[in-house]
């Protein structure tokens, strides 16, 4: 299975919202059953948020440990926790088993993130896991291609600088932003039961 890396309509985007719409019409195009979008927190909320409006899919949030030593693993373990809480409110997390995963995010400069997450998806017993960015190192989407059922990235140029290089708008994602996201996502969240 090779990547889909089709030709953008744009060398650049204006922002992540204008990403998520042009990642969106790729998803389209793939066979999705019973989806859920899950975006890599914070950067990847808004491109996430996009593509569930565009394609009328619940969203939810995935929340990685930032990289640390190994004794901070529980530190960071509650870290995370504390922040799911913090973006979600009283929601409960998304229901993933037997589902088609999209996991998005706003680029792809490295592979360790999204491995993670394809890796925790999977442990929740995704039927499929898709990743999904606007934009991506070749290289990069082709590691991915290990671990993912399919990666979708619209944007692969052979001459990657990185992800914040084809954005006009690359400013940082508050807290804030991620939590107005998820509760006004278009489409109603299909929570576990």
């Known amino acids: 299975m090779y990547p889909t890396c089709h030709p953008a309509k744009a060398s650049r985007y204006t922002d992540r919202y204008d990403a998520g719409h042009v990642l969106a019409e790729h998803l389209a195009l793939l066979p999705l059953h019973d989806a859920v979008i899950l975006a890599l927190a914070r950067d990847g909320v808004p491109v ?5 409006a565009v394609l009328h899919l619940p969203l939810d949030v995935v929340v990685l440990p930032t990289a ?5 693993a529980e530190l960071q373990s ?7 809480r913090e973006y979600r409110g009283i929601r409960p997390a998304v229901r993933v088993a037997g589902r088609d995963v999209v996991l998005v995010d706003d680029g792809l400069a490295t592979a360790g993130p999204m491995e993670a997450a394809v890796k925790g998806a999977r442990a929740l017993k995704a039927s499929r896991v898709i990743v999904a960015a606007p934009v991506g190192a070749p290289d990069v989407c082709w590691q991915l291609m290990g671990v993912a059922d399919e990666v979708v990235c619209p944007l692969a140029p052979t001459a990657f600088r990185s992800v914040g290089a084809y954005y006009d708008d690359f400013r940082a994602i508050g807290d804030a932003e991620v939590r107005r996201a998820l509760d006004h996502v278009a489409t109603p969240l299909s929570w576990s039961a």
């Open 68 to 72: 640390g030593k190994p004794h901070d």
């Open 78 to 84: 509650r870290e995370c926790r504390r922040r799911e």
């Open 48 to 52: 996430g948020f996009e593509v569930a």
